[in-house]
């Protein structure tokens, strides 16, 4: 499932995509989809086919789950998995986006989970899946976030207890904490802090949840990448600086992040990072939830 910032989704199997080395060119995603002008990708989300026993194709039956969506102004909304059964080639409306919004993110959610946002001035908040009505594709769901003038979302996760979130920001720095630091808040709020953002740290440009076992992709504005070891990056609390990713050229920041799957021919990655020297940070803003 491929969603674009514009709020759309096309579907399309995996198999039909050429397979290509890591250092091929790759083919224009023009070509595989029936993109509108306007349109890029924003998030891609894979699904097991599923069959029942007749040989039917069940996999987006209902009681599959849902697609839970985050957009840049804050705004959330889930959807049932089941409600993407009648895609077309074309595209069909997953979201609907007010002017001036696009979409961050979407991930698939079992109905008992529970999210996590994060913003570009590293503020972030937790809350219950629970807390989001299922509502229709062509809506524009509710506030998951209240971002501050000037600030706004860049990723959505899902909290996974036996895992932790991996923040990077611009400059290249980033950290690991546990998702016991988030504790869990109503929806709507400001939120709190989820990275001390300085000159030296720049902005938050994404995050995502990973183990110990994964591997990390760190993608650059001027077209590099890095391949690391999650494991190489130690813990850290909630409210600091966190420790260098990857050392960048002058004028060049990360873009992306993206967890990899480790294969026979790893490329090394850094024994250690760098530590930022970055302390606890108090002081942290909070603000009720509001509806």
Same mark, same amino acid.
């Given at each position: 499932?491929?969603?674009?910032?514009?709020?759309?989704?096309? %579907?399309?199997?995996?198999?039909?995509?050429?397979?290509?080395?890591?250092?091929?060119?790759?083919?224009?995603?023009?070509?595989?989809?029936?993109?509108?002008?306007?349109?890029?990708?924003?998030?891609? /989300?894979?699904?097991?086919?599923?069959?029942?026993?007749?040989?039917?194709?069940?996999?987006?039956?209902?009681?599959?789950?849902?697609?839970?969506?985050?957009?840049?102004?804050?705004?959330?909304?889930?959807?049932? /998995?089941?409600?993407?059964?009648?895609?077309?080639?074309?595209?069909?409306?997953?979201?609907?986006?007010?002017?001036?919004?696009?979409?961050?993110?979407?991930?698939?959610?079992?109905?008992?989970?529970?999210?996590?946002?994060?913003?570009?001035?590293?503020?972030?908040?937790?809350?219950?899946?629970?807390?989001?009505?299922?509502?229709?594709?062509?809506?524009?769901? %509710?506030?998951?976030?209240?971002?501050?003038?000037?600030?706004?979302?860049?990723?959505?996760?899902?909290?996974?207890?036996?895992?932790?979130?991996?923040?990077?920001?611009?400059?290249?720095?980033?950290?690991?904490?546990?998702?016991?630091?988030?504790?869990?808040?109503?929806?709507?709020?400001?939120?709190?802090?989820?990275?001390?953002?300085?000159?030296?740290?720049?902005?938050?440009?994404?995050?995502?949840?990973?183990?110990?076992?994964?591997? /990390?992709?760190?993608?650059?504005?001027?077209?590099?990448? %890095?391949?690391?070891?999650?494991?190489?990056?130690?813990?850290?609390?909630?409210?600091?600086?966190?420790?260098?990713?990857?050392?960048?050229?002058?004028?060049?920041?990360?873009?992306?992040?993206?967890?990899?799957?480790?294969?026979?021919?790893?490329?090394?990655?850094?024994?250690?990072?760098?530590?930022?020297?970055?302390?606890?940070?108090?002081?942290?803003?909070?603000?009720?939830?509001?509806?």
């Amino acid at each position: 499932m491929f969603f674009t910032n514009t709020g759309r989704v096309y %579907v399309d199997r995996v198999y039909e995509i050429d397979e290509a080395a890591r250092s091929a060119q790759g083919r224009n995603i023009k070509n595989l989809l029936d993109l509108q002008p306007e349109e890029a990708i924003a998030a891609i /989300l894979r699904l097991e086919r599923r069959v029942d026993e007749k040989g039917n194709d069940i996999t987006f039956a209902e009681g599959s789950g849902n697609v839970v969506f985050a957009t840049k102004d804050g705004t959330v909304k889930k959807t049932s /998995l089941n409600d993407f059964a009648n895609y077309r080639k074309a595209g069909i409306i997953a979201i609907n986006l007010e002017e001036g919004n696009s979409l961050v993110n979407a991930e698939l959610t079992s109905g008992a989970d529970e999210i996590v946002l994060v913003t570009h001035d590293g503020m972030s908040i937790r809350f219950p899946e629970e807390d989001l009505r299922t509502q229709g594709r062509n809506t524009i769901g %509710v506030r998951g976030i209240r971002p501050r003038a000037g600030d706004y979302v860049v990723a959505l996760a899902i909290v996974d207890p036996q895992k932790t979130l991996l923040v990077a920001s611009e400059n290249g720095l980033g950290k690991r904490t546990s998702f016991d630091e988030y504790r869990t808040q109503g929806r709507g709020g400001t939120g709190i802090k989820t990275m001390n953002c300085t000159d030296k740290t720049g902005k938050v440009v994404s995050a995502t949840v990973v183990s110990d076992e994964d591997e /990390l992709m760190l993608m650059t504005t001027a077209g590099q990448s %890095v391949r690391i070891k999650v494991a190489t990056v130690r813990e850290t609390g909630r409210a600091t600086q966190g420790v260098k990713l990857m050392t960048l050229n002058e004028g060049e920041s990360i873009q992306d992040i993206s967890i990899v799957i480790p294969d026979d021919e790893d490329e090394e990655a850094p024994a250690e990072t760098e530590d930022a020297g970055a302390g606890e940070v108090s002081g942290e803003m909070e603000t009720p939830a509001e509806e």
